[in-house]
């Protein structure tokens, strides 16, 4: 997942840019992330970190995520890292933790999540906050085939350069769902530095699907911006259903 907490507060992405310059690639990256800076020294020292590999989850009567999203504006901004979608007031999630609005959500290619070791070509992370700053992150898996029309107007409107904003009118981000919500659910941390841990996540069991084109439209701004799967370290994974 993409953002620094403190821009959690602002939506001056486009204005104010990224002061440290971690990337995908050495010598830059994912490796090296917790010695670029000392705020981002649990990249390399958390012990509960994000993405993993999903595997043996415990099944449990964990309900079915409940979303309360609604249509409004958004704006989109290519930061750098990824494609960010900031829509106002969308709505959010109620979980057994409380509410949690939507604050943003951006894509990663190829998906930073596995599932039982499988890897999809690209995933969505829809970035949650409560009222007392806690992250709740859910994450819906993309596998490629069928042109997917509810995704288009975010493709469309991807800036090329960046720092490039642009403007949604209406978009509603439950279209951006699977019908099924169950998920699996673990705790885990931001993908990107400072990799605050803390972080509820939230994975969609059931993949969505996007067409090779639609795929191809968002690698050539980013080819490659997943951060490799993280030790598990003793959690566990928790499936409804
Ligand atoms: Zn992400």
């Known amino acids: 997942m993409t953002l620094i907490v403190a821009s959690l507060c602002t939506t001056a992405w486009a204005t104010a840019g990224d002061t440290a310059p971690w990337s995908y690639s050495a010598p830059t990256g994912p490796q090296n992330w917790g010695e670029l800076k000392s705020e981002y020294s649990l990249c390399s020292s958390g012990q509960t970190q994000s993405p993993i590999d999903i595997r043996d989850a415990v ?48 894509f990663h290619t ?15 992370h829809l970035v949650h906050r409560n009222a007392a700053g806690e992250l709740a992150v859910v994450a819906v898996v993309f596998e490629e085939g069928a042109h997917n029309p509810d995704l288009e107007p975010v493709l469309a409107a991807m800036p090329k350069n960046t720092g490039g904003t642009a403007n949604l009118e209406a978009i509603n981000v439950a279209q951006l769902l699977p019908a099924n919500h169950n998920a699996y659910s673990y705790m885990g941390s931001l993908t990107t530095p400072p990799c605050t841990e803390g972080v509820r996540w939230n994975v969609l069991t059931t993949p969505l699907e996007i067409s090779r084109a639609q795929l191809e439209a968002f690698q050539v701004l980013y080819p490659m911006n997943s951060r490799p799967v993280q030790p598990l370290n003793g959690r566990s994974v928790h499936v409804g259903g």
């Open 59 to 106: 099944k449990t009567d964990l309900e079915p995520l409940n979303f309360t999203y609604h249509s409004g504006k958004a704006t989109v901004v290519n930061n750098g890292h990824t494609i960010q979608v900031t829509p106002e007031n969308a709505g959010g999630i109620n979980l057994a933790s409380g509410h949690y609005s939507l604050v943003q959500l951006h």
């Open 110 to 124: 190829p998906s930073e999540e596995m599932i039982q070791g499988r890897i999809f070509p690209m995933d969505a």
